[in-house]
Every structure is written in C-alpha cells, then in structure tokens.
C-alpha cells in the first residue's frame, strides 16, 4: 500500500484543504444560503456545490499557473478578489437579503455562486492545491495521494452539508435566522482577512 499511497502526503494534503475549505464551518452559512431551499433542492445544491468546487480546484490545480501567467494575474490579485466577492455576499446574509426569495428562481443558483465558488473553492484552496501540484515529483504515488486527500475532504463536505437539514431541524426558524446572522458575520471577517492577506502580498512584492 505504501508503494502506491504516500501517507505523509496524503495527510498533509488532507489536514491543509479540511482546515481551509472548513466543511463544520460550512453549515450554517450553507443553512443560511439555502433556507428558502425545500429537502432535495439542498441535498441537490449540496452535490453541485462539491462538483462545481472540485471542477473548480483541479482546473486551477493542472492549469492554474499557466492560466495566470498568461492573464498576467498575481495569486494576491485572484486572493483579493475572492475576499470581495465574499465580503459582499456577507453583507447580504447581515442584512437578510440573501433570505428573499427571488421570482423564477429554482433555488440551486447558489449552488454555483457562492458556495461552489468561491466559499468552497476558494482563494485558499486554490493556492494550496496549484502549490501541491508543483511539488508533485509526477510520479504514480504522488497524484495517487493528492487525488485521495482531495476526494476525503470533498466526501466530509458532502456529509457536512447533506445532515444539515438536521441541524435546520434542531434550530427551527428562529435559530436558524440567528445562524445566518453569525454565519455572515465570520464571513465578513473570513473575506477582510483574504484582502488584507492580498495587500500585504502586495506591499511585500512591491518593497
């Protein structure tokens, strides 16, 4: 087994995506996008948003790199970008806009955006999973374990978001609106944070 699976980093990849893609963390703002959502709609929201978020990071993961270099687009600038785009989908969890539900919608846009995109595969992922790629040595072994560790966290997001509809159920209504509230809160923080990583990259890169 140790011929096929590097162990080590099997779990480094592991540990470093499931800390950063958080997928306990995910719940109640997964709660809070979908709470218009009946049962299946969220348990189908749920499956888009981990194909969309996978599709997302092995695109970046093979291609990343030269993706960039060609746009002439920094890791910091795609970081801060992705800190905007969350920063403003937490003011609408704050302010309950996210909760109105919108004529002819069917209810899994926000499988896409943003829970596929870019609260799942994120800035973070992204980075960590392109650098993980460039350390591979390209052998059998080290795509082998690259390619587990990233399906492990992908299957605890599922989980993480398919029993939500159980903590929907312990919570009832009014937790719920409660979770939504501190659910954008640390967003908001999650989102200042990226930028302010950005910016100092920047500062860094330009001194």
């Not at 299946?40 to 929201?45: D, L, V």
């Not at 270099?69 to 920094?74: K, V």
């Not at 954008?184 to 500062?203: H, K, P, S």
């Amino acid at each position: 087994m140790s011929a096929v699976l590097d162990a080590r980093l099997f779990t480094e990849v592991f540990i470093t995506l499931f800390v950063i893609m958080d997928p306990p963390g995910t719940v109640p703002i997964f709660l809070a996008l979908t709470s218009s959502m009946t049962h299946k709609q969220r348990a189908r929201a749920a499956r888009t948003a981990i194909f969309v978020a996978a599709g997302v990071i092995l695109a970046f993961g093979l291609f990343g790199r030269q993706l960039l270099s060609y746009m002439h687009i920094s890791l910091p600038a795609l970081q801060a970008s992705g800190g905007l785009l969350l920063l403003l989908i937490a003011m609408e969890l704050l302010t309950g806009k996210m909760e109105e539900p919108k004529p002819g919608a069917k209810g899994v846009n926000v499988a896409l955006v943003p829970l596929g995109t870019p609260l799942l595969a994120g800035p973070g992922a992204i980075v960590a999973s392109m650098l993980f790629v460039q350390r591979s040595d390209g052998s059998a072994q080290d795509w082998i374990s690259i390619s587990l560790g990233f399906l492990a966290v992908c299957v605890c997001l599922w989980l993480a978001m398919r029993f939500a509809n159980v903590v929907h159920k312990v919570l009832g209504e009014s937790g719920t609106v409660l979770v939504t509230r501190i659910a954008g809160l640390l967003l908001a923080a999650i989102a200042v944070q990226l930028i302010a990583d950005a910016v100092t990259a920047f500062v860094q890169a330009a001194g």
